[in-house]
């Protein structure tokens, strides 16, 4: 079992910046397979970018590459995501995630068993 807690969201013009954190806790090799989602009200859940943290590959939703940095610190057991030059369509209620096997879609939110309760971004133009 996995337990994730996301922090770090609220609002902030555009252009700005925020970094959310994901605290984990239980099974640690759960946690090697993690990402983060976002889901806009009346929209489907997005992948927004994955990590496999031992080896630290990453892969990013192509609309927020070069913009959105996502991290894993080991020692700590949290996962990050470091969000630069905000925009308004990235308002959304933002989701940690981790996968009990390597997904075969990273950004696919039927690969992952265990999620966070979420933590709003909220982003004015």
């Known amino acids: 079992q996995v337990q994730l807690q996301e922090s770090g969201g609220g609002s902030v013009q555009a252009g700005g910046s925020l970094r959310l954190s994901c605290a984990t806790s239980?099974?640690?090799?759960?946690?090697?397979?993690m990402a983060w989602f976002r889901q806009a009200p009346g929209k489907d859940r997005e992948g927004v970018e994955y990590?496999?943290?031992?080896?630290?590959?990453?892969y990013y939703g192509d609309s927020v590459m070069g913009r959105f940095t996502i991290a894993h610190d080991n020692a700590k057991n949290t996962l990050y995501l470091q969000m630069r030059r905000l925009k308004h369509e990235d308002t959304a209620m933002y989701y940690c995630?981790?996968?009990?096997?390597?997904?075969?879609?990273?950004?696919?939110?039927?690969?992952?068993?265990?999620w966070g309760q979420g933590t709003q971004v909220s982003v004015s133009s």
């Open positions: 990590i496999y943290a031992p080896g630290g590959d990453t």
């Open positions: 239980g099974t640690i090799y759960i946690t090697y397979c």
């Open positions: 995630a981790a996968a009990r096997h390597a997904p075969g879609r990273v950004l696919s939110a039927s690969e992952y068993e265990y």
